[in-house]
T-cell receptor, first 114, second 112 residues
Framework: ETGVTQSPTHLIKTRGQQVTLRCSSQ?????VSWYQQALGQGPQFIFQYYREEENGRGNFPPRFSGLQFPNYSSELNVNALELDDSALYLC?????????????FGPGTRLTVL | AQSVTQLGSHVSVSEGALVLLRCNYS??????LFWYVQYPNQGLQLLLK??????LVKGINGFEAEFKKSETSFHLTKPSAHMSDAAEYFCAVTNTGNQFYFGTGTSLTVIP
């Protein structure tokens, strides 16, 4: 069974640029969530996708957007990068349904904005 | 609204001593509660979860947590700390599964 994978592992961008981060969910999981984890902080929920539709969104501006594909892989896109976007971006997959289903996390993508 | 508060951003224990990491939650409906561990430069790994069955939950690596509704707490314990337990620990809450709220984390140091 393949776990959650993310690419790239590290990324350096400059302010104002755009970035796309990718995530492959664990086999059999059709729900993907994205989190931003700033240094020394807990993960902050960005949004969740279920069957290619957004299924919940945290307090992030519209320049954070996402996609989920028919194979349940997902992308996180961030436009007009700001210095404060520097963080570890985590993807988590899960089975749908109740909150009893835990989320399985990938290793993350470390984004640095200069 | 839901949230979790982790008291103590840093906890140090001696090897072999009791580990106690505190988590208090806020939720208007019965919550699902989780403890995750994060090692440096890695993602989060589930330690245990509370899903309204038994209030005392046993997890991996000898960890357990007790759900106390009257205290709105879900503290994580381990009877005897091991050097390999040194990591960052996060408590999380959800009630629907479509949005998880994490605490700010507790960094555990184990002193030999």
């Amino acid at each position: 069974e393949t776990g959650v994978t993310q690419s790239p592992t590290h990324l350096i961008k400059t302010r104002g640029q755009q970035v796309t981060l990718r995530c492959s969910s664990q086999s059999g999981h059709n729900t993907v969530s994205w989190y931003q984890q700033a240094l020394g902080q807990g993960p902050q929920f960005i949004f969740q996708y279920y069957r290619e539709e957004e299924n919940g969104r945290g307090n992030f501006p519209p320049r954070f957007s996402g996609l989920q594909f028919p194979n349940y892989s997902s992308e996180l896109n961030v436009n007009a990068l700001e210095l404060d976007d520097s963080a570890l971006y985590l993807c988590a997959s899960s089975l749908p349904g109740t909150g009893a289903n835990e989320q399985f996390f990938g290793p993350g993508t470390r984004l640095t904005v200069l | 609204a839901q949230s979790v508060t982790q008291l103590g951003s840093h906890v140090s224990v001696s090897e072999g001593a009791l580990v106690l990491l505190r988590c208090n939650y806020s939720s208007s409906v019965p919550p699902y509660l989780f403890w995750y561990v994060q090692y440096p430069n890695q993602g989060l790994q589930l330690l245990l979860k509370y899903t309204s069955a038994a209030t005392l939950v046993k997890g991996i690596n000898g960890f357990e947590a007790e759900f106390k509704k009257s205290e709105t707490s879900f503290h994580l314990t381990k009877p005897s700390a091991h050097m390999s337990d040194a990591a960052e620990y996060f408590c999380a809450v959800t009630n629907t599964g479509n949005q998880f709220y994490f605490g700010t984390g507790t960094s555990l140091t184990v002193i030999p």
